[in-house]
């Protein structure tokens, strides 16, 4: 996991440099369009120091973010084994995620995407290219449909997130993991994989 | 529909305090063990004062929300017609209203949700008791039933709401509304009337 503590190579005004730089160049141009030579140039280092720091393109879209987790991390659970429960086990690790530590820091990420456009477009990036792009991918989703099957599963699991953690509506707010798997692992396996029309 | 202009009866100090007292209330207590009596108490003013100014506790209670509209008036639309298509009306009725210039000031409702505890309360009592409990009620859903389906219906439609309106995830920002009705219906018509486990 990109964890939040422990050691962070480098000098912390250069680390923040290149976490705005970052910031600035996810929102305005999307994460496919943005190139770690051009973040570096922004923030006035090399591209090297980037890498040294951050590893990569994705863990430093995650730094910027502050997400609380790599969501390629929990990708593996999610898509090992069988097609026809990737839907389940999407739900169950959402659930496992939200109502972890972790959880909290991802409502701040929400809240502030409600009310920030910037943070919007960063949470926007994220869902696409850290998690539903991977997932279908995988599945081997017709890419013409790859984006719609995917914006309907965030429908879905946003949705959940604000009613189980924010809106806090009864009983999904406190209803055991399983009960809320059950009802809507259903819907997203339809999503990623069913008949829309 | 509760509109925002027009001619308001009363002074508007009187009126505002009527408020004030009704959003401490509904948000403090909910709205099913509120009463006209206890806000105008809080308020200083007489009962029929208040029924005078707003019509009754349903139309005080939008009026203290700031709802853009009264889903009240909404729901024969939804309601009338078979039970099985009710999903899909509720689904094209939601998107209309969203959909609408009325969406704007639902996305500041929601907004204020997300980082306001108390607005929060208040979105909660209103979806269940303007919107959620109404439905049930018409569907003849088993009282046992009624909480756990009427918020997984709102899992639903409020992550569209943020999928379509605040994160604006495409497809789904500027999807035409009958391919998210196609999409969309079958899962609220599930969680209205169909098998959960």
Redesign the interface.
Known sequence: MARRTGRRPGNPDTREAILDAARTAFAERGFDATSIRSIAGTAGVDPALVHHYFGGKDRLFLAAMDAPLDPGELLPRMLGGDADGVGERLVRTFLEVWDSPAGAAAVAL??S???NEWT?RL??EF??TQVLRRILDHLGVAPAER??RG??V???????A???H????????S?PAE?LV???A??VQ??LRGD??
Chains 1, 2 share one sequence.
């Open positions: 929400l809240r995407g409600m009310s919007a949470l926007r869902l696409v984006a719609l914006s309907l965030a429908t879905q699991m946003i949705g959940l604000m009613m189980r924010v809106i806090r509506l009864e009983p999904v707010a209803a009960t059950a009802a809507i259903p819907t339809r999503y829309l029309s």
